[in-house]
């Protein structure tokens, strides 16, 4: 018998229409062999109101309370199907993270998972029913709720994939699949049939919000297949393997938005500046040192923060000038391989796929191009570069006819 573990996102519970629909879905899994385990996230903006609620009453943005009120979200979503499931005469329970078993460490906001244990999820499997779990959630060691962060429904159902030793996860969300390029900005994004481990995980990293980078490092690590589909209908989505290829030179484009960019002259060391930020707790995203110039991108919530650090320091490090723009993109291009970037990188810094005068930095990582541009220009850059190397591919295809 199939072990399946199902995740659904928030837009795909937004309603209790759709809650109806993916109870009939499950169902029609199980008649077909599988022992499903479904994890949830919170019904569609539930999270966004319940913050919201919170900073009615309270300056508090973190903490033992607000995890306790967000973790209901999830088991609001829980509960309702597995009431839509029991009124269509099939067992089914709902269960809180720790209910589950997800172990984590003592951190509220974004706790990591520790450990797994799925006994009770295995015995209610035995005993025939659909397991229904609030994802986003665990227990510490000291019984306290703690969330995993955005994206932590991803992670939670990876990890009970992995500790369930899942046949696939399957991952739901309100898109069929992962594209070229998010569809609902870039015309033209192409659906990758297959991908491996590490092109999903590049994308997630540079910004693709269709699985969280943790969930995939987990099913990478424990070799979980990972199935990205839509939940609106019975198409096949991406899977990604281990070992998958892809069609097109260039495995996407993706964005990074609200970054702060910082640019000073000086001779401050690139170990000076990181211990510096960790002193202002600042999430450091991208330090760049080249020609006497350091280049800093960071969260835009942190702006303001180091700002202020670098302007209590600069005498004492030995910098001036420091340029300070808010509201920044990065868009980013993620090469299919190493050969790929090396035949590509050079050919994208000729090109015009940039307003003139709108770029604060060009930078080649290992397996991406990246350009930093106001926000307000991202989609345009975007859309630039994917027709480019969409273009490269039409000639390639041609050319081999």
Excluded at 53 to 79: F, H, K, M, N, P
Excluded at 151 to 179: M, N, P
Aim: glycine share 8%.
């Amino acid at each position: 018998m199939a072990r399946v573990l199902q995740k659904y996102g928030g837009t795909s519970l937004q309603s209790t229409e759709r809650i109806r629909l993916i109870a009939d879905r499950a169902i029609r899994e199980q008649e077909n062999g599988s022992q499903l385990v479904i994890v949830v996230s919170a019904m569609g903006d539930t999270t966004n109101q319940l913050v919201q609620l919170a900073s009615e009453v309270s300056s508090c943005t973190a903490g033992r309370e607000l995890d306790l009120l967000l973790s209901t979200g999830e088991q609001i979503s829980s509960s309702l199907l597995a009431l839509a499931i029991q009124e269509r005469g099939r067992e089914a329970i709902a269960l809180t993270g720790a209910q589950a078993g997800l172990e984590t460490e003592e951190v509220h906001g974004d706790a990591r998972i520790t450990d797994v244990n799925t006994a009770k999820i295995r015995e209610e499997l035995n005993a025939g029913k659909i397991v229904l779990v609030a994802g986003f959630q665990g227990c510490a060691k000291n019984q306290e709720i703690c969330t995993l962060g955005r994206g932590g429904s991803d992670t939670t159902a990876a990890a009970l994939a992995a500790a369930l030793q899942a046949d696939r996860c399957e991952i739901f969300t309100d898109v069929d699949g992962v594209y070229s390029a998010d569809p609902r900005y870039v015309l033209g994004a192409r659906k990758h049939e297959r991908l491996n481990y590490t092109h999903l995980l590049t994308l997630a990293e540079t910004g693709a919000e269709v699985v969280h980078p943790r969930a995939v490092a987990y099913a990478q690590d424990h070799q979980i297949p990972l199935v990205v589909r839509s939940s609106f209908h019975e198409q096949e989505g991406t899977k990604i393997q281990h070992d998958s290829g892809i069609a097109f030179p260039v495995v996407g484009v993706t964005f990074q938005k609200g970054l702060s960019y910082f640019q000073w002259r000086g001779k401050i060391e690139e170990e000076e500046l990181l211990a510096g930020l960790a002193d202002v707790n600042s999430l450091v995203g991208n330090v760049q040192v080249s020609n006497g110039h350091t280049d800093l991108i960071i969260k835009e919530e942190h702006g303001s923060e180091m700002s202020a650090w670098l302007n209590e320091n600069k005498h004492k490090l030995g910098i001036n000038s420091i340029q300070h723009a808010e509201g920044m993109t990065a868009v980013h291009l993620v090469f299919a391989d190493l050969d790929e970037k090396r035949r590509l990188a050079p050919l994208l810094n000729e090109k015009e796929l940039v307003p003139s005068g709108d770029v604060y930095r060009i930078n080649c990582a290992p397996d991406a191009w990246s350009v930093v541009v106001p926000e307000e220009y991202a989609v345009e850059v975007a859309q630039r570069i994917h027709d480019w190397f969409m273009g490269l591919e039409s000639k390639k295809a041609s050319i081999a006819l």
